[in-house]
Nanobody, 124 residues
Framework: QVQLVESGGGLVQAGGSLRLSCAAS????????MGWFRQAPGKEREFVAT????????YYTDSVKGRFTISRDNAKKTVYLQMNNLKAEDTAVYYC?????????????????WGQGTQVTVSS
């Protein structure tokens, strides 16, 4: 059983940056893709970014392309989400998720373990 713990959220002004981290326990992290999702108040959870098991492939939702970067360190069992030029509409609870396989895309059904979430609030 893999446990995921997010950190790095907080309050930031528009245009600022944050880096989220997701630390994993268990043996399967390095063989699985990882993803970040977010849920804004009153909205459904949505896909943000994903990275393949070895970091060779990344994919982003259009609204964050060019601003967010997903990366991973398999030795540290950690995945990161660097968020630059933050906007008010990025305000949400951010969740990391473990893919069922080596590559995943946007569907939540492809992920089988989730963290508890970390709050990101961007003030305008």
């Amino acid at each position: 059983q893999v446990q995921l713990v997010e950190s790095g959220g907080g309050l930031v002004q528009a245009g600022g940056s944050l880096r989220l981290s997701c630390a994993a326990s268990g043996r399967t992290f390095s063989s699985r893709a990882m993803g970040w999702f977010r849920q804004a108040p009153g909205k459904e959870r949505e896909f943000v970014a994903t990275i393949s098991w070895n970091g060779g492939r990344t994919y982003y939702t259009d609204s964050v392309k060019g601003r967010f970067t997903i990366s991973r360190d398999n030795a540290k069992k950690t995945v990161y989400l660097q968020m630059n030029n933050l906007k008010a509409e990025d305000t949400a609870v951010y969740y990391c998720a473990l893919c069922r396989g080596t590559n995943c895309y946007t569907s939540e059904s492809q992920y089988d373990s989730w963290g508890q979430g970390t709050q990101v609030t961007v003030s305008s």
